[in-house]
Nanobody, 124 residues
Framework: QVQLVESGGGSVQAGGSLRLSCAAS?????SAWFRQVPGKEREGVAV????????YYADSVKGRFTMSQDKANNTVYLQMNSLKPEDTAMYYC????????????????????WGQGTQVTVSS
């Protein structure tokens, strides 16, 4: 069973930057970042295919967030720039071990492995 360990969350002022990391213990077909605030559904933020590195972003973060990977170290990153207070959430790394569904739809139910989450707080 692949395990995921996230790091890099924290508090920052609006306009600032943070980089999240997610280290995996094994191969994933794709990796993604989701975020969730209390009382709301988990929202897909970005996804990357391990083979080829194709990425897809939610409209709310497009142009501000960049997802990348270090395949040699089984690690994915989420570089978050121009952060806004509405980006405040618990961020979760997720992995899809084998292909399921349409990879860029960012459906939480398609991802079978989840990290513990890391909090991102953006103050105005």
């Amino acid at each position: 069973q692949v395990q995921l360990v996230e790091s890099g969350g924290g508090s920052v002022q609006a306009g600032g930057s943070l980089r999240l990391s997610c280290a995996a213990s094994g191969y994933r077909y794709s990796s993604a970042w989701f975020r969730q605030v209390p009382g709301k559904e988990r929202e897909g933020v970005a996804v990357i295919l391990t083979s080829g590195g194709s990425t897809y972003y939610a409209d709310s973060v497009k142009g501000r967030f960049t997802m990348s990977q270090d395949k040699a170290n089984n690690t994915v990153y989420l570089q978050m720039n121009s952060l806004k207070p509405e980006d405040t959430a618990m961020y979760y790394c997720a992995a899809m071990i084998s292909p399921r569904g349409i990879w860029y739809l960012l459906k939480a139910s398609d991802f079978g492995v989840w990290g513990q989450g890391t909090q991102v707080t953006v103050s105005s």
